[in-house]
Each structure stands twice: as structure tokens, then as C-alpha cells.
């Protein structure tokens, strides 16, 4: 078993899973039994000024995206921050961190947006225990209108303003949790930098309506005929959120800036692809939502198996290796040619790969009478979709012309590595030479 | 090939070399990886699991499929062995049907349950395939136990004090280990000499010494045993078993039905055994079905099952019946065989109807004749020889708590000792508490 020790920003905890604030992390009666069965932190639920609590719908607050076998692929919520009194919330907080020193404990903040509000909050959390501050600019819905979650994490100069008072008032560490629900998610990212984020954490729920009742017309989840905007999140989100962090990561302007990886991790292997992009770790909500405090065990396996077989030291060793891969476009090798090829003993002769590439690409693809497909080397570009659509495995693979080798399609011989900067079709190229 | 089905008389080679191999071939061969992951990916992963609680050994079943679903059977075998190191055979020859898969709540809502079975195999093959020993053993006790009987209970007993650091011998009054995986179980359900892998591997863990053709009582006394360890463990099965008590038993080609299995299991050619053209299986449980169903696959003509109660009180479960039907083997219930008939040897054997009344099993006066060139007695095992000085209950060793016997130093399991089914898998789980038990005694918690 690899070592799963994890540090982010000087916080200790056993592993890499922390639960993302959330209903999951709510209350002690949760966050003792999250602990129980394995999870290495919580960031609790998002916590509100002292006075009067928020307070929730009373009829349904999720919309479900279900597969064919009702697996949640995804869940919107017009859920708030914590709606229970803050002096309960701390209480607890205090008394779960004594129990469970070992696990990293966050506390989620959201207030308005005032110096003084931030000042007192993080007064009172001082002496709880607690090893860190996650400042939510992320919530999509509810607290917006209000003017604070995702109407301060759309607009950079409050996010760097409200982190500079957090860190003026508390020594604690800060995590900024950024909000998708923006254009280019290095603005806000640089922002939080600026003003002195120990860390960001990504991605906080995007704006969504799941589906529509179409006898009733109106959104679900529908309260008393009506419905809102929620926030999306789950499996179905996991590549927006993949990108947004490799984004960051690799930003000249925020490379090496900790990430904390968010949105549908669900087995080990999210984990280990939002950590390969640059997540120190990862939170998550879903997939706990979904199959309960348990699921946290198949992470910590399979991490561990997986670090085994790579000869992984520690978390460390995996965390960032595929952002150097990660580039831009016009860097990629436009001498890559690759070519599908359909392997006849597998295939089953469903037709979905000619009925891809006749339809709706590039007519590659040859039936003769018998159903037998084969792929037409001097028309396939390479596009790869009858390999995503085939229903079995490994009967398409695409296969690399090696240098030298004449590609029909073109009659050019693949020649070695050159990309769309030095194309002769690239008018930038060409003003570049002259 | 110059005998057929229709050869009278017991005869070797009644079908050609193919059909060997094919009627012994794995009856629920691997899954392929595709089938793996459409399999797994139907646990809804529930919680508190009714499947966990039908298991006898409470394996986290959710949570091992949820890591073969991931990519990492490793995860998954390791998951399962570490409450089962029998895993692997209990994922071939476990009645599923009234154990995990008969609790799973797809099998309630759509009468499709996960295939639990097969998806165990998967991952525990996958791990045995790599020959790794997942477990490794704790620092020396210094303590000694011994185990008598190499059958699951005394394997899973053994695997377990071995891990925790004592040190064990393992007898066996048979030339070979694995108890009834190596001598019992129906062939097709271990192929490819499944059992004794099995065996090998789980021997990886070191600290066991395993001592075949040493039989307690003949070899060695309970007494001579306790002198020379801390404790002492009994996973001896039942050896012995239950008479017809119907007028002929004596007659030649009348055998316990253990015994003909046990030669199937251990010939080298199945072309070479001989077997009747008419067979009669006496009895109702699995191990009746095994010899009805591997008589027929031999290439018997006809082979009947008479079981003296009615269909529903058959120990074997209906997936078995049906299985026993589906290879043309025809059940005869509520008939008790009352009379042997042949000079010599059998040749046919007299039933009468029966009606369960209040006072007992009736005898009804309608009887009808089966012929018969070999009849197959299965109506229970026995505790056989008993080990002296040992209280006994019901026929078996007597126990309290996780298989203490009545003399102190001693523990039992397995089909040997009262409680449970008798099945592989309990079998597992009682040598495996058993020898939690004894490690506590030793170490003097
Ligand atoms: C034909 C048949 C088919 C079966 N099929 C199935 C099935 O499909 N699924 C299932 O779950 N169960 C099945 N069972 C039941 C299952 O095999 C037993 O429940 C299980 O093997 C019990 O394990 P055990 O370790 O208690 O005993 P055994 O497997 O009987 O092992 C006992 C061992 O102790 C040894 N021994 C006995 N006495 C002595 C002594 N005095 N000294 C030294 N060694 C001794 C024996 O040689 C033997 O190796 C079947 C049983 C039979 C007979
Ligand atoms: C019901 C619900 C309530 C949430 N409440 C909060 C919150 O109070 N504060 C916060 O920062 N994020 C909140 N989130 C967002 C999650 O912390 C997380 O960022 C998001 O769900 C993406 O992760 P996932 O795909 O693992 O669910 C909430 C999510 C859900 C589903
Ligand atoms: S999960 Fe169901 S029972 Fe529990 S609070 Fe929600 S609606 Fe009510």
C-alpha cells in the first residue's frame, strides 16, 4: 500500500479525499462518521454572518440527470450555505477537530462584502481549531442575488480585495473557491493570487436547469409550479472542471499556485486525473451524496494501487506530471498521422462506425454486401469517431504511420515533428518569415 | 471406440475423447472483460447490504465490485481474501442462488441479480494468476497449533493463524489437502486442478506445514497432538456415511456416492472410469445431484434421482435441480427404496411411494421398479471416526462460541461441528473464527 500522506498548503491529512462543502459536511453527526469511514478532511458548510440563518426551500432542492440505469450522472441544487445558527456550527466544529486531529478540517466562509464582516467572521472561528479558511466565491444561486458566492467570484477585483482582508485578519490558511461560471477561469484564479490565496479550490456548481416538466412547464426541481437556475455538478461536470484546472496549472501567471481538484470525482482515478493536472488534492460532494461516506474506501485503494504500480513515492510524485502535456492548439503535431483500422475478429457488425464516419464525416469507411466494414486509408482523417461510437472494445484502434510511410489520403510522405506556427497555410507563419 | 451409452453393464469409455472434455469443461466459465464490466456495473453499491449479511463470511461485497468496476480487481481479490481466503473456490461452487446473489435487491426487483459469483472469480483469478500472496505474516509467536484436516475449515483456520504469526502444522489423513475442493467438489465446478492451486497459494503465507497421510486416532492421538502444540484445531468433515437400511444394501455395485466422486476427482483419464448404463442415485442434497449429473456426463444412459420427501424439502437448491434436469437426469420424489434386487450384483432396485404424515414418513403400497447397474447412495454424511473424549451433539462435535469444543486446548469447525450449513463457505468462515478465537487464547486476551 503507497503512502496517501497528503500536504496541501501545510495541512496534513491521511489521504487525498476531502469532502467539498456541502450537505455532506454539515453538521458533526456527518463529519464524525465521514471520519469513521475513512475520508482524510472536510471543508464544512459554508458558514454565514452571526445573526438570523439563511434558510432553504421546503419542497425539493435537486434536479437529476439519470443514465439508462438510473445512475445520477449528474445533480443540480438550489440548495443555500449552512442554514443552521453559526454558534451551533462552531460549537461543533471545535469539538470534531479535538476528536480527529489527524484530518484537515476547513471552514467555508461566506459573508457580505464588507471589510468588517469578513474581520468579525474570522474572529470567531479563531480559536475552533480549525486548519484553514475556504472562502466560497462559488455559489451559482440564492446568495448571488444577496451579493456575495458567484457575484464576488465573477469579478476579480472583489476577489482580490475580500482575500487580502482574510489575510490581513487571520493567519489561518486560505483556500478561494472559484466559481465556473465565468469565461476564462484564470482571471479570477490571478485575482485570488494577488491578493494573497494560499490556494484555490475548483469548481463550485455551474449554472444549470436539468430538465423541464412538460406538462406543468417549468423547470425541476419545481417548487409550487415554479423553478430556478441551480448549480450542476457530479460525473457530467468532471471535464469542465479537468480543464478549468489544468488551465491554472498551467498559466504562467498561476503555475504552482496549489489547486484543490473539484466536480465529479467519483472513483480513484478522477482523483488521479485531476491530480495529474496539478490538484494537490481533491474535494468532493457528489459522489458521496450518491453512495455515502463508504465510496471514500475504492479511493483510497485504487490510489494507492495505481501509485504502487507507477512506483509512486507519495502523492507528490503524481500531482502536476501531465500539465507539461497539456498545450495549446497550434503546438500539436500536425505530422501525427494516425489511421483507424477495424479489427474483423471483433467486430460484431453493428454498422455504427459507417453510419458515423458516411453521415456525418468523412465517408472513410467501406460495407460490402456481407456487413463487413473496413476503413478507406486514402479518406480517413483520423477524426477518431467510429473508434468512440463502436460498442466494443479495442475492435477500432487507431494506428501511427511511422516516418516514411507514404499517407495515402495526402500522398505526402509522414515526415517529422512540425506544427501549425511554421504552416505554410498559417498567414501568421508567413508574416513571421518575412 | 467400442463401448457406447447403450453397452450393458458398467463400462469405461462410453463416449468419445471430446465429450469428456466438453462435459467437464468449466460450467461457468471467466467472464470476458467486457462482461466484467457490464456485470459490475449493476451493483447499486447499497448500503448495509443484504448480500454482505447472506454471505457466510461477510465479504464486502459492494465495495469489491465497485473496485473491479474501477479498474482494479487487485483491490477487489484483496477485498475478498481478507475475509474469505477461500474466495476463490467459494466463487465457483457457492449456491449462490440462497446465499449472496438470492439477497441481492435486483434479484428481488427484477429477478436478475448481480452475478456476484462470477464477478468474485474474476478478481480473485486475477490476483492468483500474478502467484502473489496478498497477506503477509505478523512477527513470530512463537506458538504452535496444529489443525487436522486440510478442508476448507482446517485451510482457512490455518491461513489465519499463519498470518498472525503462529506457527502451524496442517494433517491430513489423505494423500493430498484441500479436503472435499480436492475429493468432493463436482469436477466441472474446479477445473483445470483449481483446488489444488488453490491450495499452493494460499500456502504462500509461510508458516504452515502441511503433513498429508496422517490421520488423528490411527497416526496420532487427540492427547499426543495437545502435548506437542498451544492448541489444537478439528476441520475433519464427515468421513462417514448414512445407510440405506433397505433389504440387498450389501449388494456389490452399491456404493456411497462420495466415494464414486472421489474417484472421478482423482482419475487421471476420465475415459477409464467405468459407470452403468442404468444409474440410481439415492438422496436429495448436492451431493446426489453431483453424482446423478456427473454419472450422465460419464455417459450413462439413464440416470434417476429418488428422493423419499417432496421436491421443496430436497436439500439441494432448484437451481441445482433444474441443473440435474437440464443434463437428463430425471427426478423421482417422495419414493423410499425398499429392496435391492440381483444375484450377486444389483440389477434393480423397488421403491415405494411415501406420504409425509404427522407420525412420519409413510410407506404407501404402490412400489415400482428402477433398473439399476450401479446405485449411488447419498443420504448424509457422518462425524467419523469421533475423536476420543470429545462431547458430541446431534452427531457432530459440540461447540460454544467461535467452535470451542468441550475440552479446553480444542477447537472445531466445519462440517465436523454443530451450527451452519454444511457448506464450503461456512466452512471457511468457522476456521477462520475459530482461529481469531485461538489467537486470542494464546495471546492471553
Ligand atoms: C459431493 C459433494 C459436493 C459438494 N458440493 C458443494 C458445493 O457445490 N458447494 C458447497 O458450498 N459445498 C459443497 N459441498 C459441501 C462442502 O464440500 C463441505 O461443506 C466442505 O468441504 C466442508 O469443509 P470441511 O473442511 O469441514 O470438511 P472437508 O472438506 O470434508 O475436509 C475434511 C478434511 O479432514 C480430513 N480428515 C478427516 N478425518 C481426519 C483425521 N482423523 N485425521 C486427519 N485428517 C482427517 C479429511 O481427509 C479431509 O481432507 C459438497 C459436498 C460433497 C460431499
Ligand atoms: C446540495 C449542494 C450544496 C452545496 N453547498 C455548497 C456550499 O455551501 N458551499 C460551497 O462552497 N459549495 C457548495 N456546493 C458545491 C460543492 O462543494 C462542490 O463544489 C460541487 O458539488 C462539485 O463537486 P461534485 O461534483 O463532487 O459534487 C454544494 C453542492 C451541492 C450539491
Ligand atoms: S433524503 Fe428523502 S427522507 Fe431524507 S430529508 Fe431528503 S426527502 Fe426527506
Known amino acids: ?434 | 471406440m467400442t463401448n457406447s451409452q447403450l453397452t450393458p453393464g458398467i463400462v469405461p469409455g462410453r463416449l468419445s475423447a471430446e465429450a469428456y472434455c466438453t462435459n467437464f469443461a468449466d460450467i461457468a466459465p471467466p467472464l470476458d472483460a467486457h462482461e466484467v464490466r457490464v456485470a459490475a456495473d449493476r451493483c447499486y453499491f447499497c448500503h448495509d447490504a443484504p448480500c454482505v449479511t447472506a454471505c457466510p463470511t461477510e465479504i464486502d461485497i459492494p465495495l469489491f465490485i465497485r473496485q473491479i468496476a474501477t479498474g482494479t480487481p487487485e483491490a477487489a481479490a484483496r477485498t475478498i481474501f481478507s475475509q474469505n481466503i477461500l474466495g476463490g473456490i467459494c466463487a465457483r461452487v457457492c449456491p449462490t442462488e440462497t446465499l449472496c446473489e438470492g439477497a441481492c435487491v435486483r434479484e428481488a426487483a427484477e429477478g436478475k441479480p448481480v452475478e456476484i459469483a462470477r464477478l468474485q472469480r474474476h478478481a480473485t483469478d486475477t490476483l492468483m494468476a500474478k502467484n502473489a500472496h496478498p497477506f503477509t505474516r505478523a512477527a513470530p509467536t512463537g506458538k504452535r497449533v496444529a489443525v487436522v484436516g486440510a478442508g476448507p475449515a482446517g485451510l482457512a483456520a490455518a491461513h489465519r493463524l499463519a498470518m498472525k504469526g503462529h506457527d502451524v502444522t496442517l494433517l491430513d489423513a489423505r494423500p493430498k489437502g484441500g479436503g472435499l475442493n480436492e475429493y468432493g467438489i463436482a469436477a466441472y465446478k474446479t477445473a483445470g486442478g483449481f483446488a489444488q492451486a488453490e491450495l499452493d497459494w494460499l500456502m504462500g503465507i509461510g508458516g504452515i506445514t502441511l503433513k498429508p497421510g496422517l490421520a488423528l486416532g490411527r497416526d496420532l492421538s487427540l492427547a499426543e497432538l495437545q502435548a506437542g502444540h498451544d492448541a489444537v484445531f478439528l476441520g475433519l468433515g464427515l468421513g462417514g456415511v448414512n445407510a440405506l437400511r433397505a433389504e440387498g444394501e450389501d449388494k456389490a455395485n452399491v456404493l456411497p456416492a462420495t466415494d464414486f466422486i472421489r474417484e472421478l476427482r482423482q482419475a487421471a483419464d476420465l475415459a477409464t472410469l467405468p459407470i452403468g448404463r442404468d444409474v440410481v442415485v439415492i438422496g436429495g442434497g448436492m451431493t446426489a445431484i453431483d453424482a446423478a449429473v456427473q454419472a450422465r456426463l460419464l455417459g450413462a444412459e439413464t440416470v434417476t434421482l429418488v428422493y423419499r420427501r417432496s421436491k421443496a424439502s430436497m436439500g439441494a437448491s432448484t437451481v441445482e435441480q433444474d441443473h440435474a434436469t437440464q443434463n437428463g437426469v430425471r427426478i423421482i420424489c417422495n419414493a423410499a427404496p425398499v429392496r435391492l434386487l440381483g444375484s450377486g450384483a444389483v440389477v434393480e432396485v423397488e421403491f415405494a411411494y411415501t406420504e409425509a404424515r404427522e407420525a412420519g414418513l409413510h410407506l404407501l403400497p404402490q412400489t415400482f421398479r428402477l433398473k439399476a447397474d450401479q446405485v449411488f447412495k447419498a443420504i448424509g454424511q457422518t462425524l467419523e471416526p469421533v475423536p476420543e473424549g470429545i462431547a458430541t451433539g446431534g452427531g457432530k462435535i459440540a461447540i460454544t462460541g467461535p467452535g470451542r469444543t468441550s475440552i479446553s486446548g480444542v477447537w472445531a469447525g466445519g462440517d465436523c461441528a454443530q451450527g451452519g450449513d454444511d457448506l464450503t463457505v461456512t466452512a471457511a468462515a468457522e476456521g477462520r473464527d475459530a482461529a481469531m478465537d485461538i489467537h486470542l487464547y494464546l495471546m492471553g486476551a
Open chain 1, 1 to 434: 500500500m503507497a503512502d496517501l500522506t497528503t500536504t496541501f498548503i501545510g495541512i496534513k491529512s491521511p489521504n487525498p479525499f476531502w469532502l467539498a462543502s456541502a450537505p455532506p459536511t454539515d453538521k458533526e453527526y456527518n463529519v464524525r462518521r465521514a471520519f469513521e469511514a475513512g475520508w482524510g478532511g472536510v471543508v464544512w458548510k459554508t458558514l454565514g454572518s452571526e445573526g438570523p440563518p439563511v434558510v432553504n426551500v421546503n419542497g425539493p432542492r435537486y434536479g437529476v440527470i439519470h443514465g439508462a440505469d438510473r445512475r445520477v450522472l449528474g445533480i443540480n441544487n438550489i440548495e443555500l450555505i449552512t442554514d443552521r445558527p453559526l454558534e451551533v456550527n462552531l460549537r461543533e466544529i471545535k469539538s470534531v477537530k479535538r476528536d480527529y486531529k489527524d484530518r484537515a478540517l476547513i471552514i467555508s466562509l461566506m459573508v457580505p462584502c464588507d471589510e468588517e464582516s469578513w474581520k468579525d467572521i474570522l474572529h470567531r472561528i479563531e480559536d475552533t481549531g480549525a486548519d484553514g479558511v475556504e472562502l466560497n466565491f462559488g455559489c451559482p444561486h440564492g446568495m448571488a442575488e444577496r451579493g456575495m458566492g458567484s457575484a464576488v467570484g465573477q469579478v476579480p477585483e472583489y476577489i482580490e480585495m475580500v482575500t487580502r482582508w482574510v489575510k490581513k485578519h487571520s493567519r489561518m490558511p486560505c483556500i478561494v473557491k472559484l466559481t465556473p461560471n465565468i469565461s476564462d477561469i484564470r482571471k479570477p484564479a490571478e485575482a485570488a493570487r494577488r491578493g494573497g490565496a494560499d490556494a484555490v479550490s475548483l469548481i463550485n456548481t455551474i449554472n444549470s436547469i436539468t430538465s423541464v416538466n412538460l406538462d406543468d412547464f417549468a423547470p425541476e426541481p419545481m417548487i409550487d409550479g415554479k423553478g430556478t437556475h441551480g448549480g450542476y455538478c457530479g460525473p457530467a461536470v468532471k471535464p469542465i472542471a479537468l480543464n478549468m484546472v489544468a488551465e491554472i496549472a498551467r498559466s504562467p501567471e498561476t503555475h504552482g499556485l496549489p489547486i484543490s481538484g473539484i466536480g465529479g470525482v467519483t472513483t480513484w482515478r478522477d482523483a488521479a486525473e485531476f491530480m495529474a493536472l496539478g490538484a494537490g488534492n481533491v474535494q468532493v460532494c457528489t459522489a458521496a451524496m450518491t453512495y455515502g461516506f463508504k465510496v471514500v474506501q475504492e479511493m483510497i485503494s485504487g490510489l494507492s494501487d495505481y501509485m504502487d504500480r507507477k512506483g509512486f513515492a507519495s502523492t507528490a510524485d503524481l500531482v502536476g506530471r501531465a500539465v507539461p502535456n497539456v498545450t495549446d492548439w497550434q503546438f500539436l503535431n500536425l505530422n501525427y498521422i494516425t489511421k483507424a483500422q477495424i479489427d474483423q475478429d471483433l467486430c460484431i457488425s453493428c454498422g455504427r462506425c459507417y453510419a458515423a464516419c458516411e453521415d456525418t464525416s468523412h465517408q472513410a469507411i467501406a460495407m460490402s454486401p456481407s456487413r463487413v466494414f473496413t476503413v478507406k486509408d486514402e479518406e480517413c482523417v483520423a477524426c477518431n469517431l467510429c473508434l468512440d461510437v463502436c460498442p466494443v472494445e479495442n475492435c477500432i484502434t487507431m494506428r501511427e504511420l511511422p516516418q516514411g510511410e507514404v499517407d495515402p489520403r495526402t500522398g505526402r510522405v509522414v515526415s517529422g515533428y512540425a506544427n501549425w506556427t511554421s504552416h505554410p497555410n498559417n498567414p501568421m507563419a508567413k508574416q513571421a518569415a518575412e
